[in-house]
């Protein structure tokens, strides 16, 4: 298995010194798999590892080669929501059942690349997850939505693989991941992570950014990494920023710097193993027209899209965590909705102003009167 992106917890140390980001903003925490990080201008804590009072607030997290198997050719199309070729029928249910797809899953083939299975998270005495059980298949557009501490955030942690859960399993390919990420669990399928804040390191410039596990982590020469740089910031549609602070841009460029920097790869690697990319509220703080951009990038760059170049995207699925109904309705083909610790609905994005589950209309209304308690 090729590793020229690697990173995992495995063998770090979590009071390492990596590049920080501005101070107020979360930190950012860069997850390598072999060494620490050499050029590491200033030192910062391990928000929210390991059961700290902060949030993880990064990009990439495991890997090896990116990669993806069969590129389909068709685009999002702006005016109608691409529904996933195995569009599913969904049933209404009461509140506290999860509405069930007609199509059952022995007849969805797709591979299934991360599976959790009746996963607890607790912290201290606050109970977050219990009981949450999913599935993430190939070439899947999942939006995971719910209330405000939920644990959407946490769920995303744990699939990456850097927070382990209380109780319960997940699959990764097929293969039950013990604790953290580590090399073992390495197994086929590269997970990238874009957190709500860009988090780029303050003190490095866009090319230094995007590059950065390039730098750290490959044997290539600089003017390689360099063109993988803009390569990859030309797919997220920039152009003449690599010499520019993070301080330079605007949150819409951040969050696209941050994109940029999640899907770079060495291309010599093999591309054999499936790329999964988890965006947790990529469009926080965006105005409408800046979340839209954004929404189609994070389009463009699935294998059902097509980048800023008009090339195939690579991602073979991805996760949006999200509270933007715009986001909801542009980006993502299949909800998943999280309260009280489990999955009480899931459905196709359409179904989510149709279905007649309690829950769901609530929030969906954002009405104070309903089975969810604030
Ligand atoms: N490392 C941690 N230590 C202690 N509590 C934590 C930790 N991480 C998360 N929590 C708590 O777990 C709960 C769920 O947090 P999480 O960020 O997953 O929620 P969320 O659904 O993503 O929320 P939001 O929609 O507001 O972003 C919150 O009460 C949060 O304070």
Redesign the pocket.
Known sequence: MAFSTACTLSGRNPGSSVPSTPSGVPLSVGIFHSSLPSKSPQRVDW?????????VSTTYVSCSSSASTTRLSSRHDDSSLMLNGNAKQLETAEAGDVSRPRMTEEEDEREILIECRDVYKS??S?H?LRGASFKIREGEAVGII????????????IMAGL?APDQGEVYIMGKMRKGLISDEALSGLRIGLVF?SAALFDSLTVRENVGFMLYEHSDLPKEKILELVKDSLASVGLKGVEDRLPSELSGGMKKRVALARAIISDDRVEQSERELVMY??PTAGLDPIASTVVEDLIRSVHINGQDARGKAGKISSYVV?T?QHSTIRRAVDRLLF?HDGKVVWEGLTAEFETTTNPIVRQFANGSLRGPIRY
């Not at 928000?47 to 949030?55: H, K, L």
């Not at 719910?146 to 942690?157: A, Q």
């Open positions: 928000p929210g590892i390991g059961g700290g009072q902060g949030r912290f201290g606050k977050i719910g209330p405000s501490g939920t644990g959407k955030s946490t769920i995303l942690r927070l709500q947790d509220e965590v509270h999280l």
